[in-house]
T-cell receptor, first 115, second 113 residues
Framework: GAGVSQSPSNKVTEKGKDVELRCDPISGHTALYWYRQSLGQGLEFLIYFQGNSAPDKSGLPSDRFSAERTGGSVSTLTIQRTQQEDSAVYLC?????????????FGSGTQLSVL | GENVEQHPSTLSVQEGDSAVIKCTYSDSASNYFPWYKQELGKGPQLIIDIRSNVGEKKDQRIAVTLNKTAKHFSLHITETQPEDSAVYFCAASFQTGANNLFFGTGTRLTVIP
């Protein structure tokens, strides 16, 4: 596709339920990032995938959060046993391998609301 | 780790006036400073960036300045237009060795027609 695609655009769930958020990066981009954006806050790094290397999970806030990237393309961010404080916009971004850090291309995000 | 502070959190200007957003960073090793614009309902988009070997960079109505000694950098928008209204984020990163950016908390710019 022309850009980074995220689905769903909005997700409302009940506390305690599991959710899966999907990201389709730009074709050919080997680096993929997940960020979380809480209301009125900056972007909080969650996890980074680069090619076949082990992902950098240093930003995941708890063990309820996990992410996979299958076939070096599509990524899924899973939040188990959701809590109200998980409510935020979850942004995915991709970039070309070897490209200068910072030239990220973001999707429009998934707005997650935990009731 | 790196800490990026951004001011102001909100900014309102009259159409045609200039807008300035300022950021400071803590880690002197940071050497790449991008600025992102986020419109309502969309993801952030890179609008301009600067590397540490350059003091200023311009792109039409947008300019960024960097003071490495003071560890601060600024975004300048001249002749503002209503479509400039958005949230702007600064960021700092290492060019190598790190794989994420450190973002500021954002500035909501409103251009009043």
């Amino acid at each position: 596709g022309a850009g980074v695609s995220q689905s769903p655009s909005n997700k409302v769930t009940e506390k305690g339920k599991d959710v899966e958020l999907r990201c389709d990066p730009i074709s050919g981009h080997t680096a993929l990032y997940w960020y979380r954006q809480s209301l009125g806050q900056g972007l909080e790094f969650l996890i980074y995938f680069q090619g076949n290397s082990a992902p950098d999970k240093s930003g995941l806030p708890s063990d309820r959060f996990s992410a996979e990237r299958t076939g070096g393309s599509v990524s899924t961010l899973t939040i188990q046993r959701t809590q109200q404080e998980d409510s935020a916009v979850y942004l995915c971004a991709s970039s070309l391998e070897g490209q200068t850090l910072g030239k990220l291309f973001f999707g429009s995000g998934t707005q997650l609301s935990v009731l | 780790g790196e800490n990026v502070e951004q001011h102001p959190s909100t900014l309102s200007v009259q159409e045609g006036d200039s807008a300035v957003i300022k950021c400071t960073y803590s880690d002197s090793a940071s050497n790449y400073f991008p600025w992102y614009k986020q419109e309502l309902g969309k993801g952030p988009q890179l609008i301009i960036d600067i590397r540490s070997n350059v003091g200023e960079k311009k792109d039409q109505r947008i300019a960024v300045t960097l003071n490495k000694t003071a560890k601060h950098f600024s975004l300048h928008i001249t002749e503002t237009q209503p479509e400039d209204s958005a949230v702007y984020f600064c960021a700092a990163s290492f060019q190598t060795g790190a794989n994420n950016l450190f973002f500021g908390t954002g500035t909501r710019l409103t251009v009043i027609p």
